[in-house]
């Protein structure tokens, strides 16, 4: 999970060495992405590749932590109340990972994660909709536009599209603007990187209390299955580590702006790897969608 930060403006030009750690986040995640289907191709399951996941970025996090604190960069622990509701987050970000798991299970990767990519759009309908912030005629148009993009995609899919998987995306999507909602009008000032070590350990107690529970645990049954499934695992975890950084360099309103190459390097990735070639029109579609969800962004 990246650290949910206020949106700011760009104060002046950067360099291409201040933006490598968001490129490599981008690559990371759209690796992940891939990988995901991959392991899933190796009869893994969702619950146990999300369980695998959090086994992997807890330590790799609390590494990255006591290396920092060894430099200087010391967390400032969390008050009780930030404490808990970092926890509660965590219980949506199980949520959040398990439903877009299961949307990339049942449908194409790039159409997964461009449903899931509606996130901002829906943040800042619904930071509007509550008087957190105002939306204004060209967000709204922006939203519409990037919705219609999405719609083209859907209805442009050569043999039909899995509704359940639609449902899914937009259930984590949803997940995901609940967790940036609260970390922005509950968490201000507290320590980002304490949130998401808290929170993702949370969700990995709830995927291992599940595991437990159903006696379920069904990795990969080959080689290439536990290469993606190791590989995304640490993916994921430098992914997170890099928009930390990148969040420091070049502020969170640039690194969002970035991460929206995320979608682009998955359906790439997965047209190279999975043989998923969309079509031209919904090609069209998903450029619509990204550059509107560049100027939502771009209008704050």
Request: cysteine-free.
């Amino acid at each position: 999970m990246t650290p949910p930060t206020p949106p700011s403006h760009p104060t002046g030009p950067i360099g291409f060495a201040a933006v490598v750690p968001v490129l490599i986040a981008a690559v990371s995640f759209g690796f992940a992405d891939v990988a995901t289907k991959v392991t899933l191709h190796a009869q893994a399951d969702v619950l146990t590749m999300a369980l695998f996941r959090g086994i992997v970025g807890v330590p790799l996090l609390l590494l990255w932590l006591a290396l920092g604190a060894g430099i200087g960069s010391r967390p400032v622990p969390l008050a009780a109340p930030a404490l808990r509701l970092s926890l509660f987050i965590g219980l949506l970000f199980a949520g959040n990972v398990f439903f877009l798991f299961k949307a990339i299970e049942l449908m194409e990767v790039p159409l997964a994660i461009l449903t899931y990519f509606t996130y901002p759009l829906l943040t800042g309908l619904a930071a509007a909709a509550f008087g957190i912030e105002r939306l204004g005629v060209a967000g709204l148009a922006a939203a519409l536009a990037a919705f219609a993009g999405l719609a083209l995609m859907i209805g442009a899919h050569p043999t039909g599209v899995a509704l359940a998987g639609i449902a899914f995306a937009l259930v984590s999507s949803s997940t995901r603007v609940v967790i940036l909602l609260l970390t922005r009008a509950r968490l201000q000032g507290a320590d980002s990187r304490l949130i998401t070590l808290w929170s993702l350990a949370a969700a990995t107690a709830v995927f291992a209390a599940a595991a437990l529970a159903t006696w379920n645990w069904q990795p990969p049954v080959t080689g290439v299955g536990w290469f993606a499934l190791i590989g995304s695992s640490v993916a994921m975890a430098i992914a997170i580590l890099m928009i930390f950084i990148s969040t420091a360099r070049i502020g969170p309103f640039r690194t969002a702006l970035f991460m929206n190459l995320e979608p682009l390097l998955a359906t790439i990735g997965s047209a190279i790897v999975l043989g998923e070639v969309i079509t031209g029109v919904q090609a069209m579609g998903g450029a619509v969608m990204i550059a509107a969800l560049v100027a939502f962004q771009m209008r704050r």
